[in-house]
């Protein structure tokens, strides 16, 4: 069966650095676009970084710009978010996203908190 496990997700301080992986499984990974979500409490899920199928082209949302990067390894199936000079309002539970015209996956969500 399709599977999106995420990992990575932890406490760390303003300013420090987390990198999230994403394994998918049970899917012709090549074949779908990856993004990253996330949702902080009390807020919309709202799309954080997209990767196209071949990762040639990767966006960014303005507020994470220049500081997380997105990624992936077709040959692992995995997909990855750097994010670096983390902020508390990036604190939220970042979901991985695998989408191919009507096919959408999700992950359960990795915690992410950003506090001092």
């Known amino acids: 069966q399709v599977q999106l496990v995420e990992s990575g997700g932890g406490l760390v301080q303003p300013g420090g650095s987390l990198r999230l992986s994403c394994a998918a499984s049970?899917?012709?990974?090549?074949?779908?676009?990856m993004s990253w979500y996330r949702q902080a409490p009390g807020k919309e899920r709202e799309l954080v970084a997209p990767?196209?199928?071949?990762?040639?082209?990767?966006n960014y949302a303005d507020s994470v710009k220049g500081r997380f990067t997105i990624s992936r390894d077709n040959a692992k199936k995995m997909v990855f978010l750097q994010m670096n000079s983390l902020k508390p309002e990036d604190t939220a539970v970042y979901y991985c996203n695998a989408r191919r015209s009507v096919y959408v996956y999700w992950g359960q969500g990795t915690q992410v908190t950003v506090s001092s």
């Open positions: 049970g899917f012709t990974f090549s074949s779908y676009a």
């Open positions: 990767i196209t199928s071949a990762g040639s082209t990767t």
